[in-house]
């Protein structure tokens, strides 16, 4: 089955304590990204990847890292949470985007809780 | 700069009647992609419809409809004789595109809380 999984799938933690969260897809999509929804903001980018040691900054990379090493693994490393990160993460994959923007599928989300 | 706004933050409606939700986007791209998402209580994001700008004929799948306008810049979404588990929110989102080309960038509006009462 063609899926983006996630994990953990929630999460409470303390500030300053470093997590990282892992997202994983099987469908060998180059383009993978991760987004925080947040109430009355919608989904906002964090990161984004393009392929295998390409990555770049979304709209909202501050305090977060990732890395792609592994063509299905996307990880969000975040080294000190903060509690302004308490949000609900979801990562996302695609083909590369050639003329259009292919579909992108989500993850089951990551609710993270930071005290 | 693209935005995308759904003014109405909640809307409740009672079984079986029609609802609208509401999307405008603003885009200076001739070319671009709009999507409808779904997230029910369970959380997770369930993809409804990508539509490209060129393509502005209305789309019809089961009980939910959608409405392109591109005079207006809105995308709208009707659910005919609504459901209890229609019960979520949706979203609308805008492809972003750079330098003349898309990308899989989504932005994304901030959702509407549709409630549907038995």
Redesign the interface.
């Known amino acids: 089955e063609a899926q983006v999984t996630q994990n953990p799938r929630y999460l409470i933690t303390v500030t300053g304590k470093k997590l990282t969260v892992t997202c994983s897809q099987n469908m060998n999509h180059e383009y993978m990204s991760w987004y925080r929804q947040d109430p009355g903001l919608g989904l906002r980018q964090i990161y984004y990847s393009m392929n295998v040691e390409v990555t770049d900054k979304g709209d909202v990379p501050e305090g977060y890292k990732v890395s792609r090493k592994e063509k299905r693994n996307f990880p969000l490393i975040l080294e000190s949470p903060s509690p302004n990160q308490t949000s609900l993460y979801f990562c996302a994959s695609s083909f590369f985007p050639g003329p259009d923007p292919y579909e992108q599928y989500f993850g089951p989300g990551t609710r993270l809780t930071v005290t | 700069a693209q935005k995308?706004t759904q003014a109405q933050t909640e809307i409740s409606v009672v079984e079986k009647e029609d609802v609208t939700l509401d999307c405008v986007y603003e885009t200076r791209d001739t070319t671009y992609?709009l999507f409808w998402?779904k997230q029910p209580p369970s959380?997770?994001?369930v993809?409804l419809i990508?539509r490209?700008s060129f393509d502005e004929q209305n789309e019809i799948s089961g009980r939910y409809s959608w409405n392109f306008q591109k005079s207006t810049s809105s995308f709208n979404f009707t659910i005919t004789a609504s459901q209890v588990v229609d019960s979520a929110v949706y979203?609308c989102?805008l492809?972003e595109a750079k330098n003349g080309?898309?990308?899989?960038?989504?932005i994304?509006?901030?959702?509407t809380l549709l409630a549907v009462q038995p």
């Open positions: 995308v992609y998402y959380g997770e994001l993809f990508r490209n979203f989102a492809s080309g898309a990308t899989n960038k989504l994304f509006g901030t959702g």
